[in-house]
Nanobody
Framework: QVQLVESGGGLVEAGDSLSLSCAAS????????MGWFRQAPGKEREFVAC????????RYADSVKGRFTISRDNAKNTVYLQMNSLKPEDTAVYYC????????????????WGQGTQVTVSS
């Protein structure tokens, strides 16, 4: 069982940066691939980025590639999402998720989810 708690969301202006964190409970964090997803108002939840359990492999949605960076610190049981050059269309609730020994772009592949943190980007 893994509990995930996101933090770092907020209200920023277009072009600003924001860093999200997701802290995981438990001693087996290093077994989990981690993902970030987001859900904008009136839209379905979508993949943003994921990272393998070792941190050696990352994948990004085309919409964030080159602007967002996912990373992890297994010693701190934490995964991060650094978001630069934010756009109004990045406004959403951001969720982190954990999957045992896999990193996937597919929502249903993930076993555990956080409650989400709101990111709002004004124009």
């Amino acid at each position: 069982q893994v509990q995930l708690v996101e933090s770092g969301g907020g209200l920023v202006e277009a072009g600003d940066s924001l860093s999200l964190s997701c802290a995981a409970s438990g001693r087996t964090f290093s077994r989990y691939g981690m993902g970030w997803f987001r859900q904008a108002p009136g839209k379905e939840r979508e993949f943003v980025a994921c990272i393998s359990w070792t941190g050696g492999t990352t994948r990004y949605a085309d919409s964030v590639k080159g602007r967002f960076t996912i990373s992890r610190d297994n010693a701190k049981n934490t995964v991060y999402l650094q978001m630069n050059s934010l756009k109004p269309e990045d406004t959403a609730v951001y969720y982190c998720a954990a999957a045992v020994y896999r990193h996937s772009t597919i929502e249903r592949d993930y076993d555990y989810w956080g409650q989400g943190t709101q990111v709002t980007v004004s124009s």
